[in-house]
């Protein structure tokens, strides 16, 4: 049982670190640019230390070399200047020297060597020269670089004057260095161009999975998805879509449900009001059909709640000229309501579910307040509006009870005083069929503000 524990910490802790990791600011969000973090860094480390033990090691080896051949080179020169006496032969000698080893020779009788330290800098190539020439040469001798001609000056001193020869760069180096970076730096791009584009093939059945769901959000239907992608995907996909089928089938049966039971209703209470109408007027035969107006009215409330308007299909419309047509109408009923709106305030909307979500949150304001403010704008990709009244307000701890249907603030069951409790979930359940989210807050104007966002 303690190895168990101290495995089950031991993952638990690796599993706590990898989401540290996965949270670090600097990391993208997006899985296809880190699966492209994921695929490429192992590459291109292994590449980086390839081509660093290739430097380290096989370019040593071979600037090691390759400086050996010269010193020999060069020491060969020196001992035959120093034995050979005939000036053509040695004429000669030069010229294949210049030709074939690519090593200018000068015999000066009255030089001397240069004074001071070897002046060509501190590399491993140039170390690895220095030590050649010290078991070569087996004499005196000073180095010097030009880095204009890329060429190194060996004098060596010998018993008549000095023997100045000059080397090429390229004898002491190798070529494949360029190649390697060139072929790590082409590979890198191209295992780059390949992991994007099989990368992007991989990422786009989860985006249009991304897709179908934001548009079962906002009610749209998922009409022309199909399931595709891996495997894995491909069973995500095909549970999505099962799950969509079931959630409509359970909101139709429901909608058929409810409507069944109002009609059911409704004929009853049709009944009884014609049989109130044909009796003689009093006190209680009012009281009765102010009773069977409630029900009348509390039936319809639920019926609208149930059904939320979800076969209605978004098409393009002004919101702003819904929003004049919902503040006209409370202005006809007395409210003291004022609009601005501004910019460009179109969009695909459900134009009667959201007239209904609309007077449900300004019949609330003109309810429970003096004073409404509405003020429509246009950010970010979303439609946002505010309404702003002088009432009330309501709790902190109680606005989150208030969008269940049924809740209400007014301890009474009478609906002229504290409606059926549905004005607010039937709002919300419109704006969310949208895609989008209402929320509500502390209003400037000392009541409730109702803060609307829909999605365009």
Not at 206 to 211: E, M
Not at 276 to 303: K, N, P
Request: aromatic letters at 6%; one cysteine or more.
């Amino acid at each position: 049982m303690v190895g168990v524990r101290a495995n089950s910490e031991r993952a638990g802790g690796l599993e706590s670190a990898l989401r540290r990791l996965a949270a670090v600011p600097l990391l993208p969000r997006s899985l296809f640019a880190r699966s492209l973090i994921i695929l490429v860094t192992p590459v291109v480390l292994m590449q980086l230390i390839a081509g660093a033990v290739f430097f380290d090691h096989h370019l040593h080896k071979v600037a090691k070399r390759m400086s050996r051949a010269v010193a020999g080179e060069i020491a060969f020169l020196r001992r035959a200047y120093e034995e050979i006496g005939d000036e053509v032969a040695l004429g000669q000698m030069v010229a294949m020297a210049n030709r074939h080893m690519r090593i200018a020779i000068r015999h000066d009788p009255d030089g001397t060597l240069p004074p001071g330290p070897h002046d060509f800098g501190d590399t491993p190539l140039q170390a690895a020269l220095l030590i050649s020439l010290e078991r070569f040469l087996e004499a005196p001798f000073a180095v010097g670089f030009d880095p204009e001609n890329r060429t190194y000056t060996i004098t060596v001193a010998m018993r008549r004057g000095v023997l100045e020869a000059v080397v090429p760069r390229h004898r002491f180096t190798s070529s494949t260095a360029h190649i390697l970076l060139w072929w790590v730096s082409g590979s890198t791009v191209l295992l780059l161009a390949i992991a994007i584009l099989f990368l992007r093939w991989q990422i786009h059945p989860i985006q249009r999975l991304a897709d179908a769901a934001e548009r079962i959000g906002k009610g749209q239907g998922i009409a022309g998805f199909e399931p595709s992608g891996a495997l894995e995907v491909q069973q995500a996909g095909a549970a999505f879509v099962e799950m969509s089928a079931r959630i409509e089938r359970q909101i139709r049966e429901r909608t058929e449900l409810l409507a069944g039971v109002g009609h059911d209703l409704r004929t009853p209470l049709t009944r009884m009001r014609l049989a109130l109408a044909m009796l003689e007027y009093d006190d209680d035969i009012q009281g009765m059909r102010s009773d069977v107006e409630q029900m009348s009215g509390m039936i319809e409330g639920y019926l609208a709640f149930a059904r939320g308007d979800g076969g209605e299909v978004p098409r393009e419309i002004d919101f702003a000229r819904l929003l004049e047509d919902v503040a006209a109408a409370a202005r006809r009923q007395g409210a003291d309501i004022s609009l601005a709106c501004e910019g460009d305030l179109t969009g695909e909307l459900r134009p009667h579910a959201l007239h209904r979500c609309l007077a449900n949150l300004v019949e609330n304001a003109r309810r429970y307040a003096g004073r409404a403010a509405l003020r429509a704008w246009s950010e970010a990709g979303a439609l946002h509006l505010t309404i702003d009244d002088d009432g009330p307000g309501i709790p902190v701890a109680e606005r989150r009870n208030v969008f269940r249907p049924f809740h209400r603030l007014e301890s009474s069951r009478n609906p002229d005083t504290g409606g059926t409790g549905l004005g607010l979930a039937i709002a919300r359940d419109a704006v969310r069929a949208h895609g989008g989210e209402l929320v509500l807050d502390d209003s400037p104007l000392g009541g409730l503000r109702v803060h609307l966002r829909l999605p365009v």
